[in-house]
């Protein structure tokens, strides 16, 4: 299947409005990252950072159907940062510099010649070649220069976040992340998939061949099943599937411990257009972003459970719990304040001995839609209930969610059998 690519020829190009989302989820994504990397650094006058959008377009856009002017991922990173900026200096008396560099990459020759407009009509012009460096190629091929002006930015750090918002779903192999991991080890990435393209044209013969450019296993991933019996067993929704597959495939392939597995849908869809997926190595990078697809309620979708098991089989693929998806709306976290508790219980008795709140999080929020905030208010529930006691390092016992630390200590509570009641804990 030929990519379909932005026309730059004429001025901007037309965009999608799930496209729009996904720049919108960057944008909150950018603001939250900032604010939580400011959030304890009384005293500190410079965070330096190297964004890098790794398919960036044009700078402008109008969106289809309407004509309105749209501002594309570059505008939109140096919007956010503008605004991040005033955010976590507003109650400061000494300011903290956001010391950012930006790395705009595109293969294509039209796009970044109308991004280089934008960006001087704009009033970035004096920065080119500076903070903001455009770079006329595709992303694997740029990645050695990427590296450079990352370490020249941060030189003991290595520290950027890449946003590699592809074409189709094949232009950034998993070795590539697994490299940026390796070197910049605090870097994140957040990478995007053109998923209903790839579910509608798939079969035997494209599915090697996605996963020769990725280097990836996908054949392996689906149980070693071709397409075609995917399909032909399961004719409705054999997509999601195939979806399943490819992300568990991509993820084991990359080296990130830590990520979100999440859609944006587009206008009318119910599956999603577009995966999002968000790496880190870090937990705390994957509950801001959880945040920020809690915040972007219906535009964001998962087909797994409010629980800890959202990635179980039974949970995702063509065998789905919630009809019409879990869209992260009012009904969504319900499901998640009624399941988390019992599942959080069941997990900390299992253990058998005390664990601390991040390390619960840490050990299983990659297979939870459940945000930080979101545990710490079930552990609320069943501290309440009984079922659990919450000390802080001293000794003192928790029992509200908005006194929880990461470093608090929960243990199953000795006075009563609850944990080992049929019923269950907390019933």
Not at 47 to 52: C, D, P, W
Not at 239 to 266: D, M, N, S
Not at 295 to 318: C, K, P, R, V
């Amino acid at each position: 299947m030929a990519q379909s690519h932005y026309d730059w020829r004429n001025g901007p190009a037309e965009i999608d409005p799930h496209s729009v989302t996904k720049h919108e989820v960057l944008v909150g994504y950018l603001i939250r990252y900032f604010e939580q990397r400011t959030l304890n650094a009384r005293g500190r006058e410079r965070l330096r950072i190297t964004l890098v959008d790794g398919f960036c377009g044009g700078g402008l856009y109008t969106l289809k159907g309407m004509g309105t002017e749209i501002l594309g991922s570059p505008l939109r990173m140096l919007d956010a940062v503008r605004e991040a900026s005033v955010r976590v200096n507003a109650e400061r008396i000494k300011p903290i510099d956001l010391d950012v560099r930006y790395i705009f990459i595109d293969k294509d020759a039209r796009a970044l010649s109308h991004l280089k407009q934008v960006l001087h009509d704009r009033g970035y012009g004096a920065q080119i070649g500076q903070s903001i460096h455009v770079i006329h190629d595709d992303f694997v091929s740029a990645s050695p220069a990427v590296f450079r002006l990352i370490e020249a930015h941060t030189p003991r750090a290595h520290t950027a976040l890449f946003f590699l918002d592809q074409y189709g779903y094949s232009d950034v192999p998993a070795p590539l992340i697994q490299k940026i991991f390796a070197e910049s080890p605090k870097s994140e990435v957040v990478l995007t998939f053109h998923v209903s393209a790839f579910a509608t044209y798939t079969n035997d013969e494209f599915t090697d061949k996605v996963s020769g450019k990725l280097a990836i296993d996908i054949r392996a991933a689906l149980g070693g099943k071709t397409i075609e019996q995917i399909k032909e067993e399961n004719s409705a929704d054999w997509r999601r599937f195939i979806q399943a597959a490819l992300y568990h495939a991509l993820v084991k392939g990359c080296g990130a411990e830590y990520f979100t597995p999440f859609f944006i849908r587009g206008e009318g869809s119910g599956q999603g257009e577009y995966w999002l997926v968000h790496l880190s190595r870090h937990p705390r990078a994957q509950d801001v972003m959880k945040q920020v697809h809690w915040e972007h309620q219906n535009d964001s979708i998962h087909y797994g459970g409010a629980g800890l098991d959202m990635l179980a089989t039974h949970m995702m693929g063509f065998r789905q719990q919630f009809k019409g998806g879990f869209v992260f709306d009012d009904v969504a976290q319900s499901l998640s304040a009624g399941v988390l508790p019992q599942h959080l219980a069941e997990n900390i008795f299992r253990r058998g001995q005390p664990v601390q709140i991040g390390e619960l999080y840490a050990s299983t929020c990659n297979t939870s839609p459940g945000t930080s905030l979101m545990y710490k208010d079930a552990l609320e529930r069943l501290s309440g209930e009984k079922d659990i006691v919450i000390r802080s390092e001293d000794g003192t016992v928790r029992r509200l969610a908005r006194y929880m630390r990461d470093t608090d200590w929960i243990e199953r509570n000795q006075q009563i059998s609850l944990f080992s009641s049929p019923a269950g804990p907390g019933k």
